[in-house]
Each structure stands twice: as C-alpha cells, then as structure tokens.
T-cell receptor
Framework: SQQGEEDPQALSIQEGENATMNCSYKTSINNLQWYRQNSGRGLVHLILIRSNEREKHSGRLRVTLDTSKKSSSLLITASRAADTASYFCAPATRETSGSRLTFGEGTQLTVNP | DAGVIQSPRHEVTEMGQEVTLRCKPISGHDYLFWYRQTMMRGLELLIYFNNNVPIDDSGMPEDRFSAKMPNASFSTLKIQPSEPRDSAVYFC???????????FGPGTRLTVL
C-alpha cells in the first residue's frame, strides 16, 4: 500500500529553531497531506499540497513537494514548545482517488523551552 | 460544528466480551474512516465508508471485527469476542471530498484485560 515514510523518526530542537521533517513515498499521488498528533489526541490536518504544486505555506509551516523524487518536506519555522507532537505525512494516491490515506510511523518532534 | 464525536472515550473490558465503539461524523461529510493505533503497528486503516456503503474493509484484522453505518450520522465498530491484543486507540475520521483532508475524532482507548 502507498505509505509515506517520515524521516527522521525523532527530532529534538530548542524553542525558536526551525524543524524540518521529510517524507518519501513510492507511487503517483493526487496530493500529499501532513498531519499532527499531540499525545493522547486524534490527528489534526495541517496542510495539503497537490501534485501540481511545488511549495505551499500556512503560517509558520512550509511544505515542499518534489514529485520527481517522490518526496516532501515540512518546515516549521520559529518553533514553540506547543509544536511538540508527532507529525505524519499521508500520500493520497491516484488509484484510489485519494480516498484511502496510509500513514507512516511519523516523526516525533520535541521542542525544548 | 462539534467535530467528529466518538464514544466511549475509554473502555476497559475483559477478554471475550463484546465491545461496541461509536462514531458521529461531521454533518455533510460523505466519507467515514475507522483507524486503530498501537505502538507496535502505528496507525492502521481498518475500514472506510462512502455514503454509508463500506468501500474497503481490507484492513479489518479478522472476523471478530465488524463495522456498520446505518445512516449518514452514525457508525459503529464492533469487536466480538474481544482479545487482549485488540487493546489500542481507535479513531474515527470523516471527510467531505475525495482526496481532501480528514477530520479525526478524539479516539476511544480500549483496554482488553
């Protein structure tokens, strides 16, 4: 199944620093979505980037997509302690019209105050 | 909107008992998803519905698991009989458009003793 693989598995930074997480996938996509999960909570959608887009911004978030390399990155600028969470990418494939999302194991981000 | 509503939030039961988890999707959403999350296996898609019809149940682990969606505002996931290895957090999510963002509920933490 199409599954995004996040890298690194864990990332620890100081408040104010930038955090970059990467995602790789295997097949053609309609779009790629990033989600955040705080401990003990459900996932929260952060941003969706379509296959014909290369970069997208939302507040302190910046997502890039390189379909030739089948990879995406999520950059969080000026991180805060509240950004501590697990981050997942979810490629939405063409075959299923994006109906089915498969999540990887995520990147555990810790932002130290 | 209240978001996706799940009940109960916590369930503790003994092996062999029947467990029923409930979900109310966001009004107007055509897709409903059931996921299971464990430390060992991460976040797994169990089944999803489109317009109350099950589309893909290939993630349902075995015949002990069943899911129904009798109407657009309600779905159940039933485990009968339950086993300790079913202990996990079960999430329900809904979505309006194919390929769009999914909205997750808070989850049901199931413990089978």
């Amino acid at each position: 199944s199409q599954q995004g693989e996040e890298d690194p598995q864990a990332l620890s930074i100081q408040e104010g620093e930038n955090a970059t997480m990467n995602c790789s996938y295997k097949t053609s996509i309609n779009n790629l979505q990033w989600y955040r999960q705080n401990s003990g909570r459900g996932l929260v959608h952060l941003i969706l980037i379509r296959s014909n887009e290369r970069e997208k911004h939302s507040g302190r978030l910046r997502v890039t997509l390189d379909t030739s390399k089948k990879s995406s990155s999520l950059l969080i600028t000026a991180s805060r302690a509240a950004d501590t969470a697990s981050y997942f990418c979810a490629p939405a494939t063409r075959e299923t019209s994006g109906s089915r999302l498969t999540f990887g194991e995520g990147t555990q981000l810790t932002v130290n105050p | 909107d209240a978001g996706v509503i799940q009940s109960p939030r916590h369930e503790v039961t003994e092996m062999g008992q029947e467990v029923t988890l409930r979900c109310k999707p966001i009004s107007g959403h055509d897709y409903l998803f059931w996921y299971r999350q464990t430390m060992m296996r991460g976040l797994e898609l169990l089944i999803y519905f489109n317009n109350n019809v099950p589309i893909d149940d290939s993630g349902m682990p075995e015949d002990r698991f069943s899911a129904k969606m009798p109407n657009a505002s309600f779905s159940t996931l039933k485990i009968q009989p339950s086993e300790p290895r079913d202990s996990a957090v079960y999430f329900c999510a809904s979505r309006m458009l194919a390929g769009g963002e999914q909205f997750f509920g808070p989850g049901t933490r199931l413990t089978v003793l």
